[in-house]
């Protein structure tokens, strides 16, 4: 029979991870959407301008 606070700290690194993926789940979602909105942003710009999203001149 394994001690009782082993199985409390199996538990508690459990929910630690479980808390930590949806942490970096947020942060990551925040990331892409940001990005995102860079990019339209830029598809936006660079459509006056003529530009490709790297920021080369199209022929």
Known sequence: MKPCSEKYNKSATMYDTKVADQKT???T?????LVLKHFLRLNMRNRDH????TGAYEE
Do not use: A, E, I, S
């Open 29 to 33: 979602f925040w990331r892409l959407h």
């Open 50 to 53: 003529k530009k490709t999203v």
């Open 25 to 27: 789940n947020n942060y």
